[in-house]
């Protein structure tokens, strides 16, 4: 079985790192083609590192655009490297523009498509993610997903049930490998001098929050009244796409309440997650984490494909009322956090079942 794996983005390498080290334990050989979707070392190189991955065998360096020319490029770099690897199967993961320009290009040279993270639907069709997710999970011949919840949604859209597994989400698999290193090793909290429990997390690159110049100002400043109302420093690890949109919208950030510092490598999100007092995101694999690590969670979003989480989640899109309420709700003991995302051995069920689906038309 000829197996090539694509990744473009950061949380793609660190969901897939475990099915690569799984892959590596079953002697499974496999092609690593990194479409270099995110290319900057905190989002990428830093990562690899982190994570012990194998060297990349074909770096695309395809980079940023919009998406019909990043998705276009995608396509036309895997396809020169699937003609010339053969592989039986692709393997994607998630919602990316790498995620669909790889399935759609194997796809339509009859070589198989496996999805990992597949069924997460927001409902938001406005997302690129969505439609990337909906369109990879119609073309793949295996679709891996985390609970029965993605069961159901891939069974509404007419996929065959027995193309779909439950596995949990791989994100618990790499969090149960690194948690144990993180601890260890980190030392984000004395290199930012905060103390455990003494600020709020933030994170934001949603184009729907970071893109227009009202929008990225309201994010801004719901931050800053959950700082005011909570009397704790925002510590903001800042995506280059929010970097740049504050840059060229002149917005400013008050020190006092936001403090924005460079992405972080994995081991030291994971650090910094655990010892927040609370998370405050828009990000999918933060979501994952933050309730895994049973912080309290507040998604700037309007939605959520991650309804697992939604006994320690608020949802509040931009609304600062909202997210301020919520505050006040996990400040009175409200959040249950169960284990509803996986057991930590997805990446085990992925290649047991790619094995038995090895010769299938
Ligand atoms: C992408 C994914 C999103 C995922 C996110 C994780 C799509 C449609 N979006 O969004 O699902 O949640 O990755 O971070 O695939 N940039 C850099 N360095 C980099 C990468 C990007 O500076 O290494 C800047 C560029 O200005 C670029 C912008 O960030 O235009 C956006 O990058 P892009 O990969 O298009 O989207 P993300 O917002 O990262």
């Known amino acids: 079985m000829r197996l090539a794996i694509v990744i473009g983005t950061r949380p793609e390498l660190i969901k ?9 334990r079953a ?3 496999f092609y690593f083609i990194h479409s270099n979707q995110h290319y900057s070392a905190a989002l990428d190189s830093d ?45 994607v993961h998630g919602d990316t523009n790498t995620t669909l320009g790889a399935a759609l290009c194997a796809v339509k040279m009859h070589i198989k498509v496996a999805h990992v993270e597949a069924g997460l639907r927001s409902f938001d069709y406005s997302m690129p993610e969505e439609i990337n997710r909906m369109l990879t999970d119609r073309i ?3 679709l891996f997903t985390p609970s029965s919840v993605g069961k159901k949604n891939l069974i509404r859209e007419g996929i065959a049930a027995g193309r779909i597994h439950i596995t949990g989400n791989t994100v618990v698999d790499a969090l149960h490998q690194h948690i144990g290193i993180s601890r260890d090793k980190s030392k984000v909290l ?65 020190p006092e309440f936001i403090r924005l510092i460079s992405p ?13 007092c609370l998370v405050v995101t828009d990000s999918g694999g933060l979501q994952e984490e933050a309730y895994l690590l049973k912080r309290p969670l507040i998604t700037i979003r309007s939605s959520t494909e991650r309804p697992e989480t939604l006994s320690a989640n608020f949802i509040v899109g931009l609304d600062a009322g909202k997210a301020v309420s919520a505050y006040q709700q996990y400040m009175s003991g409200y959040g249950k ?7 930590g051995k997805a990446a085990e069920k992925i290649v047991a079942a790619l094995v038995k689906n090895r010769g299938k038309k």
């Open 47 to 91: 990562i690899l590192e982190n994570l012990a991955l194998p060297p990349v065998d074909f770096h695309l360096k395809v980079g940023s655009g919009p998406h019909g020319a990043q998705t276009g490029k995608i396509m036309a770099a895997v396809e020169g490297v699937l003609a010339e690897i053969k592989p039986d199967w692709v393997i």
């Open 190 to 254: 004395s290199r930012l001098k905060v103390a455990e429990g003494s600020y709020i997390m933030a994170t934001a690159h949603r184009p729907e929050n970071v893109d227009n110049p009202g929008t990225l100002k309201r994010t801004i400043s719901l931050l800053s009244r959950l700082s005011r109302i909570s009397g704790r420093i925002v510590i903001f690890p800042i995506h280059p796409r929010t970097k740049s949109n504050l840059a060229k919208f002149q917005l400013i950030v008050n």
């Open 140 to 142: 793949s011949d295996l």
């Open 337 to 343: 956090w169960k284990n509803t995302l996986g057991d």
């Open 27 to 29: 002697r499974s050989p």
């Open 16 to 24: 897939m790192a475990p099915v690569m080290r799984e892959l590596k």
């Open 264 to 276: 972080l490598d994995y081991l030291d999100t994971l650090k910094l997650i655990e010892s927040s």
